[in-house]
């Protein structure tokens, strides 16, 4: 047997503290934290709702349509071509419908994973720069910034598209700092792939960010003439990337403009791209728009970044004698404002065109928190901890019943919240204790900890709800009609969550033509779903309308074609 008795301590040595994880150890231990905290954020919740419309239904249904009809080169809606967005969304929820099975479930998988994927990316990218704990804190960030994980639990294209971009935007970087040519082979693939899920407007946002990126931080002087952009750009080899981008995107893109006799093209690059950055497509928002939409969309991550204005300012100032954490800093910076900018500039505005700013966020987050670890000044922390957890967080708790009573949620929702609430208290809990004890890495874990669980659990929880209010009520309308055995119409709306459950053409009312051909066609009994919105202009619906039932913004009407 072995002697299990410890060693003695000469007297006066210090105690011998347990050795620290090898660097490679930590680095495997946080991503394998990171991925399965992704999945656990990301995919529970997917199957708690049914469809919710317009965006949610419109590639669920349209990616069934495709694969129904055996077709993967041109993207449908109601079984007429729709042209607002490329392929590589359908492509991944047929893939997905493909190997498991037609369901909602399945249609939003593919972007789920997209979101979890992108937490770990960001972690493998900004830990040579910023270091394995800022690396770590930033993937955490960003799988608790609210916007990105509900975008990342409906099945639309901003969560692939900023997978896409942010795998672009840091392959490049890394490579500018000395990465393996391999950072540029993924650089170029993803942004290969962004063409296809959004079109040129994600690449043009990644070159746009990089060379201002290099514009600042260029050497004064000589030193930053032209051979130093030439440096930069047999480093970067964009014409090689470029032939890499197109030989991904332009076969489908040749494909789809011969299927469609160019109008694609027309659509797509003119109506859609050039029209919504010009406002004369929908979506138009006023200037102020995305200042609500950063704050509570990014929050507490958008708060907090704005008390280190102060060293952005100071880091635009430093340009060329940056630390290799200060340059991704910098760039995350640049990334951030650029967008913000850009879309703040153009008309057409909706939430989730910002969402590509959700990486740059979490590494200026990351970084930050790093920063708190490393100076450790637990104090304030403690008490503003120690506030929140004494009378912030019950204050919200005994409010909790008339904010839900005022926004129509449901008891079990507002049971859930609090539930869910108080796992988050918890965790604020330890890091208020960590932060007493001077332990700020605990206590900076606790909190981030906290913020992801938030988010993970908050989300799909809001999502249900939202159905059950929003969209459940046309899913029973739908049961009645094929009860009935009815035919049924849109009158002056459009709803791919329809066509998504009766899996069939649902003809859509907007002229007076439409109206005579449908209720002279097919067999009785013909139904009509008519939104309030449009029952509010049509003041009182006509004498041959019977309503048979109301759910929320949705009526029922039965039309006597003989009347």
């Not at 040595?13 to 946080?30: C, D, N, T």
């Not at 108080?422 to 913020?451: D, P, R």
């Amino acid at each position: 047997m072995t002697n299990s008795t410890p060693p003695e301590i000469e007297p006066g040595a210090l105690p011998v503290s347990p050795p620290k994880p090898k660097a490679g150890e930590r680095f495997w231990l946080h991503l394998l934290f990171v991925g399965l905290v992704s999945l656990m954020v990301f995919v529970p919740g997917l199957n708690g709702y049914g469809v919710i419309d317009p965006s949610d239904g419109l590639y669920a249904e349209g990616a069934r349509e495709m694969l129904e009809r055996s077709d993967w080169v041109t993207p449908s809606s109601n079984y007429k071509p729709f042209f607002e967005k490329p392929i590589l969304i359908y492509w991944m929820i047929m893939a997905s419908y493909k190997l498991f099975d037609v369901h909602e479930f399945y249609a939003r998988l593919p972007v789920a994973l997209c979101g979890a994927f992108s937490a770990v990316a960001l972690l493998v990218f900004a830990r040579p720069f910023l270091g394995a704990r800022a690396a770590f804190f930033a993937a955490l960030a960003l799988l608790s910034t609210p916007l990105f994980v509900t975008v990342g639990h409906v099945a639309i294209t901003d969560v692939p598209l900023t997978l896409f971009m942010m795998l672009g935007a840091l392959g490049l970087f890394s490579r500018l700092h000395g990465a393996h040519w391999i950072s540029l082979a993924i650089a170029y693939g993803a942004l290969g792939l962004a063409l296809l899920i959004k079109g040129p407007v994600p690449v043009a946002l990644v070159a746009l960010i990089l060379v201002f990126y290099l514009a600042w931080v260029r050497p004064k002087g000589m030193a930053g003439g032209y051979q130093w952009w030439w440096q930069r750009v047999i480093l970067l080899h964009p014409f090689l990337g470029t032939v890499m981008m197109l030989s991904i995107a332009a076969p489908w893109y040749i494909a789809e403009g011969l299927a469609t006799k160019g109008a694609f093209y027309h659509e797509f690059f003119i109506n859609q791209n050039f029209g919504r950055a010009m406002g004369t497509v929908n979506h138009q928002n006023p200037f102020w728009f995305y200042i609500p939409v950063y704050l509570g969309g990014f929050f507490p991550w958008s708060i907090l970044t704005l008390f280190e204005i102060r060293r952005y300012f100071s880091l635009l100032k430093k340009r060329w004698v940056l630390t290799r954490r200060a340059s991704l800093e910098l760039f995350a910076v640049l990334w951030l404002v650029l967008i913000l900018a850009l879309f703040t500039v153009l008309k057409t505005k909706l939430a989730t065109y910002i969402l590509p700013v959700a990486p740059a966020m979490a590494i200026l987050s990351g970084s930050l928190l790093d920063r708190v670890v490393r100076f450790g000044k637990t104090r304030p922390l403690a008490w503003t901890l120690l506030v929140f957890v004494l009378l912030v967080f019950p204050l919200i708790v005994i409010c909790a019943p008339a904010i839900c009573f005022k926004l129509n949620i449901d008891i079990g929702t507002l049971y859930a919240f609090v539930g869910f609430g108080i796992f988050v208290w918890f965790f604020l809990v330890v890091a208020t204790w960590a932060a007493f004890k001077k332990k700020a890495e605990a206590a900076i874990t606790a909190i981030a900890c906290a913020c992801t669980f938030a988010a993970g659990t908050f989300v799909p929880t809001g999502l249900q709800s939202h159905y059950v209010r929003c969209d459940y009520p046309l899913f029973h309308l739908l049961r009645r009609v094929v009860r009935d055995k009815a035919q049924v119409a849109l009158y002056m709306r459009d709803s791919p969550a329809v066509t998504f459950y009766l899996r069939r053409p649902i003809r859509e009312i907007k002229t007076l033509l439409d109206y005579k051909e449908y209720v002279q066609a097919g067999k009785k009994p013909h139904y009509l779903l008519v939104t309030t919105d449009v029952m509010q202009q049509m003041k009182e619906p006509p004498p041959m309308w019977t309503l048979l039932e109301k759910a929320a913004k949705w009526h029922l009407f039965k039309i006597d074609p003989l009347e």
